[in-house]
């Protein structure tokens, strides 16, 4: 974690209109979007400030950060070339995975969430730590309203996209996740399928437990969105205490 300037008597604290470090643009056109939706807003205020797209717009272009000093006014940096590490995805048995280009950055740093501790506030606290299968294969590239890549896939796995009860979206999912897993791990980059994270989770509880602390979480930010009840949290009730420190949702991430 980077701690930055908090909330106090010097003015406005600094943050970032990104809601991850790294991000790839989102372009609306007539017959939809090209890249990711979520980013439209961002990837609009960043050409406003002065951003130039590629020439050749793709579906993973890296946006740039936008920035708001102490001034209020956002300004637009690019993100220097070859600083990031993206992983193509390729699938350990279905060849014509690799003929998708898809990829995915390695590491994720969220910046949209602001650090509470000690009676301050500090807007722009941005964490890394390495991501969770499910969270590029099933969100990121699996979600409807994200790169909906499963029709796509179940297209090409030759199944039927018309037809619920033959369950192409679960059998699609499960080739995504695959191929995310496998693409890192060939990479050398590091990665956590759901069923170990969710291992590592129940031991921590265990820990915790033993040492007379109570375990505060949300429910729906634990169980994985893939295969939830074949994992031991799917079965653990949980409460969120609203412990402290903390870190809250409350950096407006767009433009009012």
């Known amino acids: 974690m980077t701690v930055f300037s908090p909330v106090g008597p010097m003015g406005p604290a600094p943050r970032l ?12 056109h007539a017959s939809g979007v090209l890249g990711d939706p979520k ?8 050409i406003a400030l002065g951003w130039q797209p590629p020439r050749v717009r793709t579906a993973f272009d890296l946006l ?8 209020e006014r956002p300004a637009v940096f690019p993100v220097p070339a070859g600083l990031v590490r993206e992983v193509a995805l390729t699938h350990p048995t279905l060849p014509w995975f690799a003929d998708l280009a898809l990829k995915w950055y390695v590491v994720p740093v969220v ?10 506030e500090f807007p722009l606290a941005p964490f890394s730590g390495w991501y969770m299968g499910t969270e590029i294969g099933s969100r990121n590239l699996g979600d409807e309203a994200r790169y909906n890549l499963l029709p796509v896939v179940a297209r090409r796995m030759g199944l039927d996209p018309t037809c619920p009860a033959g369950l192409w979206k679960d059998r699609a999912l499960i080739e995504l996740n695959t191929a995310v897993l496998h693409s890192f791990a060939a990479a050398g980059c590091r990665i956590v399928d759901h069923h170990s994270a ?9 820990l915790e437990e033993q040492a007379g602390r109570p375990v505060s979480a949300e429910w729906d930010w634990i ?14 009730p949980m409460q969120d205490l609203q412990l402290h ?9 767009h433009p009012e």
């Open 223 to 236: 169980v994985p969105p893939l295969s939830g009840s074949a994992t031991p949290v799917f079965h653990r």
């Open 111 to 120: 910046c949209d969430l602001a650090l509470q501790i000690a009676g301050a």
């Open 64 to 71: 740039p950060w936008v920035i708001i000093g102490r001034n």
């Open 245 to 253: 420190p903390a870190l809250s949702r409350v950096v407006s991430v």
């Open 39 to 46: 980013n439209l807003a961002l990837t609009a205020e960043a």
């Open 198 to 206: 969710s291992q590592e989770f129940m031991r921590f509880c265990r």
């Open 17 to 28: 209109r990104n809601q991850q470090l790294l991000g790839y643009a989102g372009y609306g």
